[in-house]
């Protein structure tokens, strides 16, 4: 059983690389620390965090739409993952405790929290301007992105495919959470956090790959994206194979809970025997591919 996966979830705001000197970030302190001890409605700053914890190391960098000063509190350990990748010049150490970014590391923080903040609309379904988001708060932002999956029945066995057709779009407005399911995100941080971590290539994009990885296995969720799916009664297959969709589409899910092996490509080896027995019991002789198709269609 082959499973194929394609497209990007989301992409970050492109930024252009400004590497400053020691001398310039020691120069920029004063002014963030005056800046920094207002409120949130001062006119220099974009977003303050609310969210600090033992875990968490305050970051301060520029946002790239408009010159403000930005504030987030980032895990200790997603520091440490930004570290092992930029320039330890890339980090500078502020007085306060504070790390004030520059130069790539600098880019790569702010242009996704760009992403987050403007096109996911994390900042403007904060209301009451927090710093946190309620569940319904959450529920306007545009953190979801709807999937089309092709499953494909061939003589030999299965393949399946997921692919992404909409990106941005708000949560409450799709049948189906393709991302961070089960999962309550409370604060423009905590997003800020995840993507951070789960762009394992550092290059901008959050790849279908690479989302559903942030959550598990692709195999586990490729299986509960097929079973939920199929769980509505309106999505069941109709038609003159129906049936044999039907125990094809149950096979398929019974082949991904099992334990599995995985030949020499990498593909989740299946029970040849009882696939052969599907076909025979529905009168089946598949010379060509058969193929369904399901997606998580917006409302």
């Known amino acids: 059983m082959q499973i194929s996966l394609s497209g990007t979830a989301f992409k970050s705001y492109e930024v252009n690389v400004q590497n400053r000197t020691t001398e310039e970030l020691s120069k920029e302190n004063l002014s963030f620390d005056n800046t920094l001890t207002k409120t949130n409605k001062s006119d220099n700053i974009t977003y303050q965090t609310t969210n600090e914890n033992e875990n968490t190391t305050n970051i301060v960098f520029t946002d790239p739409t408009n010159g403000n000063h930005v504030q987030v509190a980032l895990d200790n350990s997603t520091i440490d993952r930004l570290k092992r990748n930029f320039s330890e010049d890339d980090f500078f150490q502020r007085e306060n405790g504070d790390i004030r970014l520059n130069a790539k590391a600098e880019a790569f923080v702010s242009g996704w929290f760009a992403d987050i903040a403007y096109k996911r609309e994390f900042l403007s379904s904060d209301v009451n301007n927090d710093g ?161 198709v399901f997606e998580s269609e917006n409302k």
């Open 132 to 292: 946190k988001l309620t569940e319904e708060e959450y529920l306007n932002t545009k953190n979801n992105f709807g999937i089309e999956g092709i499953d494909t029945f061939s003589k030999e066995g299965i393949s399946t495919h997921e692919s992404v057709y909409s990106t941005y779009v708000q949560s409450k407005d799709i049948n189906s959470f393709m991302y961070r399911t089960g999962v309550e995100v409370n604060s423009l941080d905590d997003e800020l956090n995840y993507t951070l971590n789960i762009d394992k290539d550092f290059d901008g994009k959050i790849s279908l790959e690479e989302s559903y990885k942030g959550e598990g296995t692709i195999e586990e969720k490729v299986k509960n994206n097929i079973k939920e799916y199929y769980s509505n009664p309106e999505n069941m297959i109709k038609g003159e194979l129906s049936n044999f969709f039907n125990d094809a589409i149950n096979f398929l899910i019974d082949t991904l809970e099992k334990e599995k092996k995985y030949d020499k490509n990498g593909n989740i080896e299946i029970d040849k025997k009882q696939w052969e027995q599907i076909q025979q019991r529905h009168n089946i002789l598949i010379t060509e591919s058969l193929k369904q």
